[in-house]
């Protein structure tokens, strides 16, 4: 069955930086695109970033456009998000997604999400 484990998450002063990844597995990975959204307490998930296939096509939430890089290693079945000049809008718990839609409810497997917490 599909698995997903995002890491990488902690806690960060306001302009700094993080790297979450996102181990993928019990599907083929390399055949989907894939997503990154959100989730603050209180407050729907939210989408932040897409990719496509092999790497193409990114695509990002406008809070997100500039700062944050979202990558892929179709060798390691892993999905990356590279997370800079971090705001404290930016805490919430972050999940990976099997799939390129912008709409949280058209998932169906999430992984257990990895707190991002940017504080001074």
């Known amino acids: 069955q599909v698995q997903l484990v995002e890491s990488g998450g902690g806690l960060a002063q306001p302009g700094g930086s993080l790297r979450l990844s996102c181990a993928a597995s019990?599907?083929?990975?390399?055949?989907?695109?894939m997503s990154w959204f959100r989730q603050a307490p209180g407050k729907e998930r939210e989408f932040v970033a897409q990719i496509g296939w092999s790497a193409k096509d990114a695509t990002y939430a406008d809070s997100v456009k500039g700062r944050f890089t979202i990558s892929r290693d179709d060798t390691k079945n892993t999905l990356y998000l590279q997370m800079n000049s971090l705001k404290p809008e930016d805490t919430a718990l972050y999940y990976c997604?099997?799939?390129?839609?912008?709409?949280?409810?058209?998932?169906?497997?999430w992984g257990q999400g990895t707190q991002v917490t940017v504080s001074s």
């Open positions: 997604g099997k799939g390129g839609s912008t709409n949280w409810r058209d998932y169906i497997s």
């Open positions: 019990g599907f083929t990975f390399r055949n989907y695109h």
